[in-house]
C-alpha cells in the first residue's frame, strides 16, 4: 500500500509564496516519478509539475519561471516552491507518484492553495 500525505496548502495574497511537500510512505522506491497536479473549481485536473528520480523535470507553461519541483529520494518526499502567486493558481493541489515499471498512479487527498487579497 502507498500513501502519500500532502502539506503546505493554505491563504496566500497574490504575489506571495508557499511550499507545499508531499511524503509518500508504503510499497514506494525512489525510482518512482514524483509530481504535482493540480484542480480548479469548475475545470480538469491537470499537470502542474513532475520530477524523475534522476531529477529530469518537466512544468506545465503556466508556471514555469515561478514553481521549482524537488525530491529527496532518500525521504521519499516532494516539494513545490511556489513563487509570485497569481489568483489563477487557486487551486486544490494533488500529490502524485507514477510506478515507471507498470504504469502504476497512486495519488494524495490533496491541499487547497487559496491566492487572494
Known amino acids: 500500500q502507498v500513501q502519500l500525505v500532502e502539506s503546505g496548502g493554505g491563504l496566500v495574497q497574490p504575489g506571495g509564496s508557499l511550499r507545499l511537500s508531499c511524503a509518500a510512505s508504503?510499497?514506494?522506491?525512489?525510482?518512482?516519478?514524483m509530481g504535482w497536479y493540480r484542480q480548479a473549481p469548475g475545470k480538469q485536473r491537470e499537470l502542474v509539475a513532475v520530477?524523475?528520480?534522476?531529477?529530469?523535470?518537466n512544468y506545465a507553461d503556466s508556471v514555469k519561471g515561478r514553481f521549482t519541483i524537488s525530491r529527496d529520494n532518500a525521504k521519499n518526499t516532494v516539494s513545490l516552491q511556489m513563487n509570485s502567486l497569481e489568483p489563477e493558481d487557486t487551486a486544490v493541489y494533488y500529490c502524485n507518484v507514477r510506478n515507471n515499471l507498470s504504469g502504476t498512479n497512486y495519488w494524495g487527498k490533496g491541499t487547497l492553495v487559496t491566492v487572494s487579497s
Open positions: 508504503g510499497s514506494i522506491f525512489s525510482i518512482y516519478r
Open positions: 520530477i524523475t528520480s534522476g531529477g529530469t523535470t
